[in-house]
C-alpha cells in the first residue's frame, strides 16, 4: 500500500468541493485508489509520500483536442473559419504523413499534457494511420491515458489530406487491428464532422461502432455556416445531431465538440441518448463560433465536459481552459442579463476535472476502486497572501494562477509520470 | 554605442506592423535609441549583443493595475463587486500599513512585472505613504519605470482603510516631497474615484494638479451601479467625467481605467481634452462590469491603452492580457453582429505596447531619441512548424503562447534589466 499525505480537494458534485486539510490517499500497489482518509493512519504499513502543505487535486481531462494541430498553436487566429482551415490546418494535419515529424511532435504534446496536469484525454489524430499509432504510443509513454481517434473524411477535405472512401476504411480497420498493443490508450471512431464524411462511410463506421462496441467523437453546430451546409448535405435530417443518429454514431459516451448552436431539441436528443458535450470556449471565441448555453445544458442534465480544442483553442494547460470557461460563460451572463448564471470556479473545476473522469467511468473526483488521476500543486511561487487562507481560497487561487511550474507531481493511472 | 541585433517586430501605428528580419537597434552609451537599422552595418564601433534568432519586440506597458491588490491575484473571482471589496480589497490593501509586508510584496511585485515584460507602468498604490515609497523604490530597483499614485479617499471606504480629508492632504503632500530622489518612478494624483473622495478633497487635489504640473489617474463608468451612485453624490453632473472636470482633474494625460459604459457625449469628452483610457479586459469580465466598446472608441479617435488591473484581473502579465483584450472584442464582435470587428493580434499589441509607450512621449513602436525599452522573445519552448514560418506568423504565436520562460532578455529605459 501507498500513502499519498496533502491538503485533498475534488469536487464530487456539480457546484460542490470537498476540502481535506492534510488528509491522506491511500493506493494499492497496483495504483488504485483504496480510500480517501481524513488524516494519516497511525501505524499503517505503507509506504508514504508526503505533499507536506501542497495540494493534491484530481488531474485534467481534455474532452476534445487535435493532436495534429499543435505545431500551429497560436497562429491564424485573425482568420475566417474557411480561411483558418485552409491556410493552416489541412496543410499543417497532412504533415503528418512524415513520421519522423510526428513522433517529434507527438512526444512534446504529450510532455507538455503530462507537466500541465492532463492525464485523460478524448483526441483527434489526423487520418494518417502510422501518426496515429506514433501518437498513441507518444501518449502512453509519457503517462496520457484515453481514447485517440484516426480521422476519418472522405469528401470536402484540403489539399493534400485526402481518402478516399475505400482507403478510410482500410486505414481504419489496420488502424484498429494495431490498437490491441495499448494499454492505456485506446480507439475512438472519429468522423471528422459531418461535411467530411459520404455516406457511405458513415453507415460503415456506425455498423463498425456497433460490432467493435467502439466510442465514437465528432463536431455538432458549432456554427451557423456549418449547421446551414449540413442541412443542404442532408436535407432529410431536420438537425445536425441526426446526421450521426442516422448511421448509429449517436449513442451513449459519443463525445460532440462545441454545441454552441444547439437548440432545446438537439440538446434533449443529447440528454436522451447519453451524449456527452465537450465545450471548448476558448476555441469557440478564438474563431469567432459564438458562445455555448452551458448553464442551460448542465440545467436540462446534459453531460459537460470541457476541451482545449487545440488548435482553435490556443492553450494547452487546462488550469487555463477551465478559467478561461468561468470568463466566457460571465460574458453569456452578462448577454443574458443574468438569466444564464456563470460557472463558478468550483463548478468549472467539476467539468475540467470529475465530468470528464466519469466520462471514464471513474466517478466523484477521486475514485474510490480506480487507478488515482491527480496533480499536486505547489504554491510558492504565488504572491504571500496578507492572512492565512482558507483551502478553499487556495484552491481559487490555483486554479487561476497555476502553471505547469506550479504543478510539483503528476499521477496517472495509479503511478507518478511527473515531478517527485 | 552598443548594436542589437534580431528579428525586430513593432507596430508603429494602430493595425501596422513593422518586420525588420535580423535587424539592429543602435543605441547610445545612455540607452537612447539612436536608430533602427535594417542590418548590422559593417564596421560600426559599437559592442555588440547578438539575438540571433530571436525575436526583440517593444517591452509591454500595464497602464492601470493596483500594486497593493497583488497578494489577491485569483480570489474572490465570484462574488459580486461589493461583496469582493469587502471581503478580499479593502482588507488586502490595509495591509500595507506594515512596511515589511509591503517590502517584500513590492519586490516580488516589481520582479514579476520585468520577467514578464513590462517595463512602464501606471499603477494605484494604497493610501499609505511610506508603503507608496517603497512601491516606488522595488520598482525602480528592478527596472519598472512610470507613475505610481498614493490613492486619495476620504469617504466610502472599507474597514481599516481610512483617511480623514485632513490626512489625505497632509500625507499626499509628504509623499511629493520624498518623490524626488525617484530617477524613473513619478508620482502621479490618484483619487481612487468619485465615491471615495469628498468634494474638499477632490478640489485640492485639482488645483495641486495644477501648481505642481501633475498628471491623474482615476476609474470611470466601470459598471452600472457605480453610475448611479455618483449621479446620487453629483446632482449637478450629468455625467460620471464631470465629476472629475468640475474639479480640474479631466485634463490632458489623465488616464481612466474602464470606460466599460461611457456613451458618445463621454467619449467626446475624452477625445477633446486628451484623456487616455486604459482598457482592462479581464478585470471587466471576471467582475462581470461589462465589455468596453474598444472598437468605438478607437473609430473615435480617442487615445486607447491596456491594464492588467490586478487583482480584478487576475494575469499580471501583459502578453496574457493582450490576447484577453483580442477574445473579448471578438465577444463583443459577435454580440453586435459583426458591427465592432474585433482587435486584431496586431491591433491589440499597439494597444499594450506602443499605445503605452506613447502616453509616455515615446511614439512610433522603438522610439528613436528615447531610451529602449523592448524584449527579446525566444521561441525554443514552442511547437516545431511545419514550414518555415515567416516572422509576422512567428509574432503572432509569440504573443499567444509567450509566457516568462520565453522572455530571454529585458530592456528598460535603455539598461538591460533582466536575462542576458
Redesign the interface.
Known amino acids: 500500500m501507498r500513502l499519498l499525505l496533502g491538503n485533498i480537494l475534488f469536487s464530487p458534485r456539480l457546484g460542490e468541493l470537498t476540502a481535506i486539510p492534510r488528509g491522506a490517499l491511500l493506493l494499492r500497489d497496483d495504483g488504485v485508489l483504496e480510500d480517501v482518509l481524513p488524516a494519516a493512519p497511525e501505524g499503517a504499513d505503507a509506504e508514504t509520500v508526503d505533499y507536506g502543505d501542497a495540494l493534491i487535486l484530481p488531474s485534467f481531462v481534455d474532452m476534445h483536442l487535435h493532436a495534429p494541430q499543435?505545431?500551429?498553436?497560436?497562429?491564424?487566429?485573425?482568420l475566417p473559419l474557411i480561411d483558418w482551415l485552409n491556410t493552416y490546418t489541412f496543410?499543417?494535419e497532412a504533415?503528418f504523413a512524415d513520421e519522423a515529424?510526428a513522433r517529434?511532435?507527438y512526444r512534446?504534446?504529450a510532455e507538455e499534457l503530462i507537466t500541465g496536469g492532463t492525464t485523460r484525454v478524448c483526441m483527434f489524430s489526423s487520418l494518417h494511420t502510422d501518426a496515429t499509432l506514433i501518437l498513441m504510443e507518444e501518449l502512453e509513454r509519457a503517462g496520457v491515458t484515453g481514447y485517440v481517434g484516426k480521422v476519418n473524411m472522405d469528401r470536402n477535405s484540403g489539399g493534400d489530406l485526402n481518402e478516399t472512401t475505400e482507403e478510410s476504411k482500410r486505414e481504419t480497420l489496420r488502424w484498429l487491428d494495431a490498437c490491441d498493443r495499448f494499454h492505456f490508450v485506446k480507439p475512438i471512431l472519429t468522423p471528422r464532422f459531418t461535411p467530411s464524411c459520404t455516406d457511405e462511410l458513415m453507415a460503415w463506421l456506425g455498423k463498425l461502432a456497433e460490432q467493435r462496441g467502439l466510442y465514437v467523437q465528432s463536431h455538432l453546430s458549432e456554427n451557423r455556416g456549418e449547421i446551414a451546409w449540413v442541412k443542404e448535405l442532408h436535407p432529410d435530417c431536420a438537425q445536425y445531431w441526426e446526421t450521426y443518429a442516422k448511421y448509429g454514431l449517436w449513442k451513449d459516451h459519443t463525445v460532440m465538440a462545441h454545441c454552441v448552436w444547439s437548440d432545446e431539441r438537439e440538446r434533449a436528443a443529447m440528454r436522451e441518448h447519453g451524449v456527452t458535450v465537450a465545450h471548448c470556449a476558448?476555441s469557440n471565441?478564438?474563431i469567432?463560433s459564438?458562445?455555448a448555453p452551458v448553464r442551460t445544458l448542465l440545467d436540462e442534465g446534459v453531460s459537460v465536459t470541457l476541451g482545449s480544442d487545440i488548435a482553435g483553442g490556443?492553450m494547452l494547460a487546462m488550469s487555463r481552459v477551465v478559467?478561461?470557461s468561468?470568463?466566457?460563460s460571465?460574458?453569456r451572463?452578462?448577454?443574458t442579463d443574468g438569466r444564464d448564471g456563470?460557472l463558478?470556479?468550483d463548478e468549472a473545476f467539476y467539468l475540467g476535472t470529475t465530468a470528464g473522469h466519469r466520462w471514464f467511468g471513474a466517478d466523484g473526483g477521486f475514485a474510490k476502486g480506480k487507478p488515482l488521476h491527480a496533480i499536486v500543486v505547489d504554491e510558492s511561487g504565488?504572491?504571500?497572501?496578507?492572512?492565512e487562507?482558507t483551502l478553499r481560497?487556495r484552491f481559487?487561487?490555483c486554479?487561476?494562477?497555476m502553471?505547469k511550474?506550479a504543478i510539483r507531481a503528476v499521477w496517472s493511472e495509479g503511478r507518478r509520470v511527473a515531478g517527485a
Open positions: 499543435y505545431p500551429m498553436l497560436g497562429m491564424g487566429m485573425d496543410k499543417t504533415r515529424f517529434r511532435t512534446r504534446l476558448d471565441i478564438n469567432c459564438g458562445v490556443a478559467t478561461t468561468i470568463r466566457v460571465k460574458l451572463c452578462m448577454k456563470f463558478t470556479v504565488f504572491p504571500e497572501p496578507v492572512r487562507l481560497e481559487e487561487r486554479i487561476y494562477l502553471d511550474s
